[in-house]
């Protein structure tokens, strides 16, 4: 399988009056291939988004680095932009245009040749099934149906990588289902998709892989069986747990050290 | 950056809470000009009536004496020996001949000088008064068919011009500049705030960043989305603006202005002033959108943007166009700020006052603006990432990092 995203020693701070310097991603570094699903387990405010957003362009690493297809964020941003879909933690919509007006502009701002724009455009709207809702401002739709028109908006120009945050949260069970299904048919096209999520039991159901972040440290990563077996535990929610305590327990013995000294 | 400029545009315009605000502006000012014509108006007739006025007065015949006693019925009026020679804004200039029997009177007046305006409208009605008599004795005398007298021997002649035109004209040079850039005003920052801190709260700015298209790109697509939308609603404001104003003197006119008949609109909207006056609106729309489009990405919420804004808002623009635009004549430190010069610019293009070097200085001072604007604030603009609205900015870490060791000393 071909790497398409390999994050190496990736950190970012931010200052904080408060609390002063923040680390909100620490020294990650993780690999995702072609046609793997790979999730990003952690609670709120473990540092999935920003991981997702410097992969995704929008903010600039301390240190470290994140090539994807081949292309480095910080030196070749435009062919990483060209080479990911990205879906934000909110369906990001503008609200008072319709589905068909933003995936047909979104096509056209990503350089998707004009002849098959049209073909294209009711295409995805046909397989997400928002035909019905097509020409309402996205500002009048569920949340259900936003989510799906923001989906067909990350794909339209069919990149080879997807960054989805969080992308069934707040939905309901029928809604949350059929996004899975289509993230599994765009995995099944081969598709590279980085996927972040709170919910254990989504993450274990789509992932091929699981990395555990907390606290912006990358915790474990490895097959939802590779982690079971490493913890010895069971359900997805008790390995989780299990890592996190083990950081805390080291964390702890660090502190303890530093206090001796 | 079309395809950018036609979501942006497309969001602001369907934006039915954006275009309130607009309306807001034309709703609430134009009964308040309404008003403050209104009280314009009956100032200038109270002042008119309260004024003496000089008639000189010069007969060519020896008939018509009584004709003075008639006229000084007319109070404030003092008559006074003297026949007109050439154009005088003080006096207003009678002669009187006889034309068969009857007089034939020629009036000279200013019709710039609204007093004189005022006071003429009360001689020509005791002139006729006085024509009519004498045509009753006349008839009386001869026994001739009243009929044949109806002619009205009055010439009345105009010394200076129109003067409803140059009243208008001055009003109109100063009011719609003002109130059509402050519809550019109210209309730019209602788009900027949206198109900067509302993109940010709702996260499509996120969205649109990670697209293919340069920084730059989105940034100035942003800009001339504000600008166009400022336009069109500048242009719509001067346009109402006109039409209101001009429906409103239209009827103050007649009344106040009697035998001052029609008020051409060629002589008041002219292709120079229309054009030039779309020149100044677009320009004033671009650097009132570089300014607060800017001042709205520093902000990651609408809330937080319409604060960041306000300031600019009153110290940057209002304040400047309020005080000074009434006040000032033009010369170079007006022509070095920019919507101020531009807006002064407007004025005088209105009022036909075509004065080139404010003009050219004008003209100079806003391509320098436009160059360091494009070479200096846009990146610096880019590089702090405004438009994403984040506050991890390296202005704002520096701020931050600074208000932290403070905190810690």
Redesign the interface.
Same mark, same amino acid.
């Given at each position: 399988m071909e790497t398409k995203v390999k994050i190496e020693n990736l950190s970012k701070h931010f200052s904080d009056p408060q609390r002063g310097l923040v680390k909100a991603v620490d020294n990650v570094s993780l690999e995702a291939f072609s046609g793997e699903i790979f999730g990003l387990l952690g609670p709120n405010g473990a540092g999935k988004t920003t991981t997702l957003r410097m992969m995704a362009t929008l903010m600039r690493p301390d240190s470290g680095s994140i090539s994807i297809a081949g292309y480095d964020t910080v030196s070749e941003p435009q062919k990483v932009r060209r080479s990911i879909g990205y879906l934000s933690s909110t369906t990001a919509l503008y609200p008072r245009l319709s589905p068909r007006e933003i995936i047909s502009y979104f096509a056209q701002l990503n350089d998707y040749p004009s002849t098959e724009l049209v073909t294209r455009v009711e295409k995805l709207i046909s397989h997400f099934g928002i035909q019905d809702y097509a020409d309402t401002y996205s500002e009048k739709l569920s949340t259900g149906m936003k989510q799906l028109t923001s989906i067909a908006r990350t794909v339209v120009h069919d990149p080879p990588v997807l960054i989805l945050d969080e992308p069934s949260t707040g939905l309901d069970v029928i809604v949350a289902q059929k996004i899975h299904h289509h993230i599994f048919e765009l995995k099944n096209e081969g598709k590279t998709i980085i996927f972040s999520s709170h919910n254990m039991g989504e993450v274990e159901k789509l992932c091929d892989r699981i990395g555990i972040i907390n606290k912006g440290k990358l915790l474990a990563a490895g097959t939802p069986d590779e982690l079971r077996e490493i913890s010895k535990k069971h359900y997805m929610e008790d390995v989780f747990v299990f890592f996190v305590r083990e950081y805390e327990k080291e964390i702890g013995y660090e502190k303890k050290e530093a206090a001796c000294i | 950056m079309k395809?950018?400029v036609?979501?942006f545009l497309?969001?602001l315009l369907?934006?039915k809470m954006l275009g309130l605000m607009v309306l807001l502006v034309p709703l609430i000012f134009y009964p308040l000009i309404y008003w403050g014509i209104t009280q314009f108006m009956l100032l200038r007739t109270a002042f008119s009536e309260n004024t003496v006025i000089t008639v000189k007065y010069h007969s060519e015949t020896s008939e018509f004496g009584d004709l003075k006693d008639s006229l000084s019925a007319i109070n404030n009026l003092i008559i006074e020996p003297g026949f007109f020679k050439q154009a005088d804004t003080d006096n207003i200039y009678l002669t009187v001949r006889s034309q068969q029997g009857l007089p034939y009177f020629e009036v000279y007046v200013d019709s710039s000088n609204s007093s004189l305006l005022s006071m003429s409208a009360q001689i020509e009605k005791s002139l006729s008064k006085y024509y009519r008599s004498s045509v009753d004795r006349i008839v009386k005398e001869n026994d001739y068919t009243p009929e044949y007298f109806q002619v009205y021997n009055i010439e009345m002649n105009d010394t200076e011009g129109d003067e409803s035109v140059v009243v208008i004209l001055k009003i109109l040079s100063l009011l719609v500049p003002l109130f059509s850039i402050m519809s550019i005003l109210g209309s730019c920052v209602a788009a900027s705030v949206e198109l900067a801190s509302g993109h940010s709260e709702?996260? %499509?700015s +996120?969205?649109t960043? %990670?697209?293919?298209? +340069?920084r730059k790109v989105i940034m100035i697509s942003k800009f001339i989305s504000v600008s166009i939308y400022g336009i069109l609603a500048g242009s719509l404001n001067f346009i109402f603006l006109t039409v209101f104003m001009m429906q409103i003197f239209r009827s103050f006119m007649g009344i106040i202005d009697q035998g001052i008949e029609g008020i051409g609109w060629s002589k008041i909207i002219s292709f120079n002033t229309l054009f030039f006056s779309f020149v100044s609106l677009c320009l004033t729309a671009f650097f009132i959108s570089l300014i607060f489009v800017t001042a709205a990405g520093f902000a990651s919420k609408r809330k937080e943007g319409s604060v960041l804004v306000s300031p600019f808002m009153a110290a940057v623009t209002y304040i400047p166009l309020v005080i000074v635009i009434p006040a000032l004549e033009p010369g170079i430190l007006i022509s070095a700020v920019p919507v101020l010069n531009v807006a002064f610019a407007m004025k005088l293009i209105i009022s036909g006052d075509i004065n080139t070097l404010f003009i050219i200085q004008t003209a100079i001072f806003s391509f320098l603006w436009t160059f360091t604007a494009y070479r200096y604030i846009l990146p610096f603009l880019l590089d702090e990432e405004v438009l994403?609205g984040?506050s991890?900015t390296s202005l704002a870490?520096k701020i931050?990092?600074k208000?932290?060791k403070w905190?810690l000393k």
């Open positions: - | 395809t950018l036609i979501i497309k969001d369907r934006n709702d996260k %499509t +996120e969205t960043l %990670t697209l293919p298209v +340069e994403m984040y991890d870490k931050k990092g208000l932290f905190k």
